[in-house]
């Protein structure tokens, strides 16, 4: 039932699609953080709607407005707490659908959940809009580690069957991250983007939608941070990753294709450089020993469904008559949620690395 | 640093491979189940070392001993303290590996978050050996959920490159996961045993070592169990399967797959049969919609690499003298560890469900 | 840091005294129950300020908006996240005071902690405000009690040296309960009403302050409730009524009394009444046997110490410029905080019963 | 229901009076710490019982024997688990006490709680032997404190009616309290000594039992630890000094004598001394401002009950039979119990201090 998560960084979301806002509590961040407004507003951009044609037209200023925590420019130390307003609410009668389980959402498994008192208006709590403040307070996150030298970046690996490659060395720095988050579709080779925009508004025309495969990776990370079994770094970032809405496979480093190796083709041989520093001469752990960080690059890939709404005939039943039914869906849908869904993982991550990081000093 | 796991039903885990006993504290199980003895000795010896030639020879009796919270053959309600012994203990001298690194293993990682304090001798605390006692609790969960009638299962779904078929809606009810759990490589398929064993000594011989995926399924969960967001199923099984050593990536239902259908296809149709129950036509969501189960089976396939462990010749470090070195591990190993693996995936994902299920009632 | 509290009914509070608003977010409370927002304004209007010319002339209408969780008249089951705005703020600089350490108060130790960034205007996060929110959370809390047919009450103790008799047995039921709920001055003995109220103004004319002891009881509570040791009943509420800022004590049964009597007399001696009911033949251990309730008042007492806001000259620091001052504090203070205490403690006990209620089901 | 104690120190502890042994795990310690023994033994030999004559004659050694996060004499930084073996159990028939609840202790409270499948053995798991535990955790957490030159110390503020005097400045230093520390009856003022000797024999004599009052003070902490609200130093240590079985109140500096001041004379005047440190005149308020520390001593006081098993016929109730009944308990019993709760409340609040320490990095 928890709204809440973390250990020392605790953060607590609230709030439904179609109230008069959304918003989280943000517990146990460091007094005298000067906030960059510029970098969350941009962050939050990156999720929002109604950027550009592959997106939903559902448009949101997603203002984040701070009513606690902060002072003067600074955070006091306090709970944050950041209030996001709802501002594009369609007004429409709901009562139609209220009954109507729609297939991939939650509306059936919610309704059984809480005996059919949940808001439904536009999946109220489970909306993905609620990711809205996950996203501020990754931001902060992000901002916080920066000072620590840790960075994270991400992009897209697939849409459907278009494949980018998998982040080499090379791409793993501060300054490709950089380059990436400034892209509306964030592409290693950039050569594809034109065929997935095309895939996307096909999709789109076709009133249905995308999935795809989200690659992040962490950098900067000393060695050291995480712990064994329940706190291991892959449960941690598992955790929260899995709680954002869509999300249905997570692998670290080789993942699922570890599988496949024979243990000396797996292991990721040890080795001092030139510096005396620790390398790894592979990286199929994804930077993670005994669910501890080696210091090599932390790296990870989500698998994100395709849209659950779509503009199609589909069939389902209505709950309250308990009948099968056909139906359709109006409204304002995205062809593919996983570019949106991209900065909520790097946010989320964020969060993750830094409780770690607060988590780890006594 | 947490090894404590749970909301309501709390387990914190001790021990290191070479001390006198590893164990476990079961918090907030019933009081009054009478402990089935003869089905946790069974769980447990399919986590067992040294049952047969596809396993380590190190032979632990892996015995329980409950020490607190049973009394007269029943659960008192208080804390469930187990303890197992450490009885095939060799008392070689460990001090030439403990500056070395082993690839794949936590020595690097664990001697930096430690600084060097931690138990080496046969991995100490992040031995495999440690999940002895999760079986424990996951069979004490497992006799608890059968009389909620819901039962767990699970098969390898491949091993190298051999594949198992995927579970279909008939493998999974009480029967097969009988069937499945009396077999050492449990398949759907059995014609793959042969072949799969026959792989598993070759890699054995060759001093190597193999990974797999197990695939779990889970049934007769009522819908409307999980939460959106922080606790959905998906966030509180990832977050004790990746508790489990060497295991690097998880998915449920379609899993990555899912990313590349269309929303039309990955949508898992509901509908009532003709005793009026709620099922649906498809079940690429793996049972859950919005982080909450909706009834049908919840399945899931665990990434499990190689056994870290392997008896050929190596590069590494040496921690302690700063240098790259080539190295060789003598000693009894796995050549493959998904076998043993699989018990405690079923047993984590029990101790998971019946925290869900008691965490949900007011 | 943390500003959540709870296990199973998590609340988590948030803001400042001269932000825009102030809150909290209470996850975990049952959906459907229908909200009786008469029986919240008017808790709420117990502790609000201004109401007479025994309290602070500050006035605050405190106004609970819920955003979140609340749908058509009945709670959804997501988090509840109510705002109480900040009307009455006086736009005065603040600036002269940011550096003195006023004596009682937590300027000088709030500092320390966050390197002087808290918000440090009318005490900041630190506020006795931002107990309004606690006892919209209480108020919401003491209505699903009362559905068990479980009751609050309290009533003042004592005001500086003015002491009102105990709960006898007769005064512990919900009619007494309604009773001491309407009054201004809750006491059993009214006839010291007068008295007190001469004391509270006669003290306010001295520009000093006035502390005192709130005793409360909690009827209707099964046997069988709470834990041994961590989760005792008296931790328990004493985790919670400790968290409310001006408590300096607290004892459950005859408290500090008890130390005085022989063993002989502490026993509560149990016995079956004639309709076979438990009873104790008196009630020394406050209801309270082993961390677990026995099915009798639970009973305690609070030290709440006088308000630290005083009208005289004082002598303090600067901590700034680190050196001795003396100095007086000017504005709206209460005489005594003890009657708008007296409200806060039983909401906070109705948090913490429901809770432990919530928390007891498998 | 939780065993488990804390945040970033967590102590889970199991057990129960007649089982093979009792024990705790505590989690989240340094790796590093060199262990004192011989500090330990001391401590828990403080709260063992069969010392002399004041305390019940079962003798039990109370040797700890660590079995998990030991090494080579350090702590390794993996939960550090301790067995305290059960040496001196009277195999005695129990049947006959079975079903009846003792007056002052949780047979009836158990038995509802755990609908009879609690062990009732000589109080089961509510025994205060379980606090054995407690005291190795609290000794090891007094070693850490130690080197941050936080001491803890305390005296019997109280037996019965003999009254020793308050802690005064000059007794809160690391000297006092080692002295303290030596001593059965720890007293400021050791002329009293004698007098409450006589008492208990007396009262050991009658068969009866007597209760007291511990007076602690820590001193040594910084300015700066601690929180607003929930996680108020008040709130952390009352709800582990109310965990300790027989507390049944607890007061931080003038605690319940502060409501009889006025504000003027309640609030601590801040000041520096000629070395620039911050004091403050008076300590009404026990170090403690808004919840966090002033770094001036903490001072607390904490009312203990007397024994409940006393060599006196007492009337009760048979729970099975649903009759009142007349009955005697034989058996070894502690005429007073607070000279071995003392070092309890010690090491409780030595954890409790170290995990509010631990928790304060960011």
Same mark, same amino acid.
């Given at each position: 039932m928890s709204a809440t998560w973390g250990n020392k960084l605790k953060i607590t979301i609230f709030g439904e699609s179609h109230g008069s806002c959304i918003g989280a509590t943000i517990d146990g961040i460091e007094p005298g953080i000067k906030i960059d407004m510029d970098l969350i507003e941009k962050e939050m951009s990156r999720r929002a709607p109604g950027r550009d044609n592959l997106s939903t037209q559902r448009k949101e200023a997603d203002k984040a407005e701070i009513i606690s925590g902060f002072f003067n420019g600074y955070t006091t130390g306090a709970p944050l707490t950041v209030l996001i307003h709802n501002t594009d609410i369609r007004s429409k009668d709901y009562s139609d659908i209220k009954s109507i389980a729609r297939p991939g959402h939650a509306d059936y498994s919610a309704n059984k959940k809480y005996n059919g008192f949940n808001d439904y208006r536009g999946s109220g709590h489970f909306s993905g809009r609620i990711t809205a403040p996950l996203v501020f307070a990754g931001a902060l996150a992000k901002q916080i580690l920066k000072e620590k030298y840790i960075y994270i970046g991400s992009h897209i690996k697939s849409i459907g069957h278009i494949e980018d490659m998998k982040f080499s060395e090379n791409d793993m720095n501060r300054y490709t991250f950089a380059r990436l988050n400034e892209q509306r579709i964030p592409l290693i080779n950039e050569y594809l983007r034109q065929d997935m925009e095309s895939l996307i508004l096909e999709i789109k025309d076709n009133g249905d939608s995308l999935g795809g495969v989200v690659e992040c990776a962490i950098v900067g990370m000393d060695a050291g941070i995480g712990s064994p079994f329940f706190e291991s770094v892959e449960s941690v970032l598992s955790s929260i990753i899995f709680?954002?809405? $869509?999300?249905k496979g997570l692998e670290f480093g $080789?993942?699922?294709?570890?599988? =496949?190796? =024979?243990g000396s083709q797996a292991n990721d041989q040890f080795y001092y450089d030139e510096d005396s520093n620790l390398k790894t001469r592979t990286n199929h752990n994804g930077g993670i020993n005994g669910g501890i960080t080696n210091s090599m690059p932390i790296i990870f890939r989500v698998a994100i469904k395709p849209t659950s709404s779509i503009a199609k005939m589909q069939t389902s039943i209505n709950m309250y008559k308990k009948e099968n039914i056909d139906f359709k869906i109006d409204g304002r849908h995205d062809p593919i949620i996983v570019l949106r869904v991209l900065p909520v993982i790097e946010a989320v991550s964020a969060i993750a690395v830094l409780d770690m990081i607060y988590s780890e000093n006594y």
């Open positions: 709680s954002v809405p $869509a999300v $080789a993942g699922f294709d570890i599988c =496949k190796m =024979k």
